[in-house]
């Protein structure tokens, strides 16, 4: 990656719906460079993929909760994966190091829906303990990181 390519994916980071044209124009190189150098990125596996980008709350879902949990044994990770990715509440899980094993995002209706979505979890199999925070502001969620790792 270079300096052209770095600026390419900021330009994309900022509004992924942004036209090569428009890019070329901000970084002054040609139209065709641009796709070229994005369809580069996707194929290398830099760029992972596009997505829309959702208010939780004007969708009704008003409670994001943090879910530590503590397995009783490794033994029990693939099928606890499994179930926790197939849960369209679970929005993140980070397999971790310290005092839990899995970090889970969790974002859904109300704190009733959040006792299910609990529930569930607690019932899977290997699940030895749970630790759950009410999230009751984000000031910062970056869905992506700088493709710039020198700029701070």
Do not use: W
Not at 3 to 18: E, M, Q
Not at 28 to 38: C, F, G, M, P, Q
Not at 68 to 76: A, D, L, R, S, T
Request: proline share 2%; hydrophobic share 35%; charged share 25%.
């Amino acid at each position: 990656m270079d300096n052209k390519d770095i600026k390419i994916i900021n330009h994309l980071i900022k509004n992924a719906r942004i036209n090569a044209s428009e890019i070329s124009q901000n970084i002054k190189l040609s139209t065709s460079a641009v796709i070229d150098r994005i369809k580069k990125l996707e194929s290398s596996g830099v760029i992972t993929g596009y997505t829309v980008l959702l208010d939780p709350r004007k969708i009704h879902m008003d409670v994001t909760a943090i879910v530590n949990v503590v397995m009783e044994h490794p033994k029990y990770n693939d099928k606890f994966v499994e179930a926790v990715t197939k849960n369209k509440n679970v929005t993140e899980c980070h397999y971790i190091a310290g005092d839990y094993d899995y970090y889970l995002k969790v974002i859904t209706a109300n704190t009733n829906t959040l006792q299910d979505i609990l529930n569930d979890i607690k019932r899977l199999d290997g699940v030895a303990k749970t630790k759950t925070s009410i999230v009751l502001n984000t000031p910062k969620n970056e869905y992506s990181i700088s493709a710039d790792f020198n700029e701070e």
